[in-house]
């Protein structure tokens, strides 16, 4: 009786993930299929590309191994001829709208500008933020105008507050200046 044993994985030896993610940049750029750092590095994260991280002074970095670049870009070549060249511009399309348009009766010209409708999404919700902050303005300068007329009324009621409490200290300071005076005439009434 044999017990069933999962096999090894084939792993590629250590010594073979030698270029770095500048150094696949170039073999891209050689191909002629330039690619940013960024793009390796989002290759090797979505494991397009074998790799391992390596730790350095300054962090982490992907060593890559030739085999797979080869083999990406062949992929490249094989499934994406015409959309990853810059230099070459999109095919045109051969019919015209007036045939498109008889071809098939739900086709109908555009109702609206050229425009993306990411674009035009973007735009309505940047306009809309506007209208959003113009009106928090509006309601704060509101705020500011009530809370200054508060700050002018409070003054005001201080300001009589310090007239009457100068008008009581006037009339007391004379019963107050001769204290013998009004305990003499609290005697006599006791």
């Not at 994985?9 to 150094?23: I, N, S, Y």
């Not at 002629?32 to 397009?48: A, F, I, K, M």
């Not at 008889?102 to 933020?129: I, L, W």
């Amino acid at each position: 009786m044999t017990h069933d044993q999962s096999r090894p994985v084939a792993t590629t030896p250590e010594t073979e993930f030698t270029l770095t993610v500048d150094e696949a940049v170039e073999r891209y750029v050689r191909a002629g299929h330039p690619r940013t750092p960024r793009s390796v590095q989002r290759y090797c994260e979505q494991n397009d590309l074998d790799c391992r991280r390596a730790e350095t002074a300054f962090g982490q970095k992907y060593l890559i191994t030739s085999a797979s670049i080869d083999r990406h870009i062949a992929y490249i070549d094989e499934v994406r001829p015409v959309a990853t060249r810059r230099d070459q511009s999109r095919q045109v399309a051969t019919t015209s709208e007036a045939e498109v348009s008889t071809e098939s009766g739900r086709h109908s010209a555009p109702t609206s500008r050229d425009v993306s409708r990411r674009v035009a999404e973007d735009n309505q919700q940047f306009t809309q933020r506007i209208e959003e902050k113009d009106d928090e303005i509006r309601f704060l300068r509101s705020e500011i105008s009530v809370k200054n007329d508060q700050i002018k009324d409070l003054t005001e009621r201080a300001r009589e507050t310090n007239v009457l409490i100068a008008g009581l200290q006037k009339m007391l300071t004379p019963l107050l200046g001769r204290p013998g005076k009004i305990t003499h005439d609290l005697d006599k009434r006791g």
